[in-house]
């Protein structure tokens, strides 16, 4: 294909795979914890980040990592401060970074135009550095997920037994929220900060919906975010339309459709085994079946000792 001969192209494909794959899993996870709107929230935490490295003239993607990896860390505190009302952490640290960030923004107006690329994704914004990043994250992130797969299946579903069974769900669940801030601020040049939610939730959305199992959710999340990424990039080059709005589209479309198809499917099987059911029942009525037990009830089985 002629978009793969140039780099940035290369770049955005390789970065945004590797991300998806990461994102998805975070996202199953995510939605089993009731914790979907953490991603969209880190990533306004994120843009805090970035605005202060733009004005104090340090890397912008780099301070925008770090300060979402604060603000992921400041959310299972203020989480356990207020375990009855847990979602109240989000409203608050989502508050606090979206302020600062209209704030450090407000006191530089130069920023402003290359602000696009991190509010909306660009192929043409992931560097090496950013990258290189986004690599190091999904090692990091693969391995927690390999690593903690059986302790964070627990801890998931029921923390207070998994704490019965031993496990250190406080420590375990920092780590998990400060892997969520490092993918969320990863995945910001590819979908941008205010769509990066949809390539965590979207995926998982789908795949919680039509997979039988935890482990199938996981893997079906990867191929839907795989999917969704590389055809949002496709479409994003061949149209000249933002990339991080191109992608996030195209999730939502698979979403739809799969739930759609899903729905179809159901109904198509209640149907069959509706004609099954009324068929045996006709058969039964027009076509009664006789069977020596049966007439051994009603005859004393007189008239079937020949069949004997």
Request: proline letters at 3%; hydrophobic letters at 50%.
């Amino acid at each position: 294909m002629e978009m793969l001969h140039y780099d940035f192209m290369q770049r955005a494909f390789f970065a945004g795979g590797i991300i998806a794959l990461v994102a998805s899993v975070l996202g199953v996870y995510l939605m089993l914890r009731r914790q979907a709107l953490m991603a969209d929230m880190l990533s306004h935490v994120s843009l805090a980040g970035v605005a202060g490295g733009a004005y104090l003239h340090l890397n912008p993607t780099l301070t925008g990592f770090a300060i979402a990896v604060v603000g992921a860390i400041a959310v299972e505190y203020v989480r356990r401060s207020y375990k009855t009302y847990s979602e109240i952490s989000t409203a608050i640290i989502m508050i606090g970074g979206l302020s600062s960030a209209v704030l450090l923004m407000s006191l530089n107006q130069g920023m402003n135009k290359g602000f696009s690329s991190y509010l909306f994704g660009s192929v043409v914004a992931v560097n090496q550095t950013e990258l290189s990043l986004m690599i190091a994250v999904a090692i990091i992130g693969a391995i927690f997920f390999i690593v903690f797969r059986r302790p964070l299946y627990q801890i998931t579903f029921d923390e207070e037994t998994a704490k019965t069974n031993g496990i250190p769900v406080k420590w375990i669940s920092l780590i998990f929220s400060v892997i969520t801030g490092m993918i969320v601020a990863a995945a910001m040049p590819i979908v941008g900060v205010l769509l990066v939610s949809s390539l965590i939730v979207l995926p998982a959305a789908l795949a919680i919906r039509v997979s039988p199992s935890f482990t199938a959710a996981l893997f079906v999340a990867m191929g839907i975010g795989l999917i969704g990424v590389f055809s949002g990039l496709t479409a994003s080059y061949e149209l000249s339309t933002p990339p991080g709005g191109t992608i996030a589209l195209v999730l939502l479309v698979l979403l739809v459709a799969g739930i759609g198809l899903k729905k179809l499917m159901l109904q198509m099987g209640k149907l069959r085994n509706k004609k099954t059911s009324s068929k045996t029942d006709i058969d039964s009525t027009v076509f009664p079946r006789y069977t020596k037990n049966s007439s051994i009830h009603t005859t004393g089985g007189k008239e079937n000792e020949s069949m004997v």
